[in-house]
T-cell receptor, first 116, second 115 residues
Framework: GAVVSQHPSRVICKSGTSVKIECRSL??????MFWYRQFPKQSLMLMAT?????????EQGVEKDKFLINHASLTLSTLTVTSAHPEDSSFYIC????????????FGNGTRLTVT | AQKITQTQPGMFVQEKEAVTLDCTYD???????LFWYKQPSSGEMIFLIY??????QNATEGRYSLNFQKARKSANLVISASQLGDSAMYFC????????????FGSGTRLQVQP
């Protein structure tokens, strides 16, 4: 069964509004979670690393004021897309990792965001 | 530069045949991990198989095996006895030995299994 739950799976919002996406690890504590973005027919690009109890680490070119990440507990990370614009429309997918170095990332089912 | 390359944008295979999906990488790290994921049209990312750089034997998981050639820096995925449900995008990914545990993904290969 799924070990990472992501909600919502699909959201449509108007330009200028904010959208919050939740990512939960269901059966293990995840001190680190990762947020990826995937444009149509493209690969997954890492946006940021979410660290429990501390600030997220953003990849180069990702606006931290636009993509707010909060990792308040060992099982929950949230990504808020603030003042969304049509170019933010994409597939956002979170992942969590168990403790060991050779552990795979466990992914949520993703959120398809459409900004109109 | 650390990079993952998948040179096959799309592949076709007949049902019940075997298929090899190519993946090459570039790194100067000695310790790294290689992963393959399957992404069906629904979008979820399904972990298939893992190979560590120090593993001497090629990894196998059911119908999936990894043809790991360290000197050539390649980690090709072999799917045996293809099934219609194998039609999906396949991504090769790598964890470099930088202390970060995020994965870097290749561009993907779309596999279509034909009846």
């Amino acid at each position: 069964g799924a070990v990472v739950s992501q909600h919502p799976s699909r959201v449509i919002c108007k330009s200028g509004t904010s959208v919050k996406i939740e990512c939960r690890s269901l059966d293990f504590q995840a001190t680190t979670m990762f947020w990826y973005r995937q444009f149509p027919k493209q690969s997954l690009m890492l946006m940021a690393t979410s660290n429990e109890g501390s600030k997220a680490t953003y990849e180069q070119g990702v606006e931290k004021d636009k993509f707010l990440i909060n990792h308040a507990s060992l099982t929950l990370s949230t990504l808020t897309v603030t003042s969304a614009h049509p170019e933010d429309s994409s597939f956002y997918i979170c992942s969590a990792i168990r403790s060991s170095y050779n552990s795979p990332l466990h992914f949520g089912n993703g959120t398809r965001l459409t900004v109109t | 530069a650390q990079k993952i390359t998948q040179t096959q944008p799309g592949m076709f295979v007949q049902e019940k045949e075997a298929v090899t999906l190519d993946c090459t990488y570039d790194t100067s790290d000695q310790s790294y991990g290689l992963f393959w994921y399957k992404q069906p049209s629904s979008g979820e990312m399904i972990f298939l198989i893992y190979q560590g750089s120090y593993d001497e034997q090629n990894a196998t998981e059911g119908r999936y095996s990894l043809n790991f050639q360290k000197a050539r820096k390649s980690a090709n995925l072999v799917i045996s006895a293809s099934q219609l449900g194998d039609s999906a995008m396949y991504f090769c990914a790598m964890r470099f030995d930088t202390g970060r545990r995020a994965l870097t993904f290749g561009s993907g290969t779309r596999l279509q299994v034909q009846p």
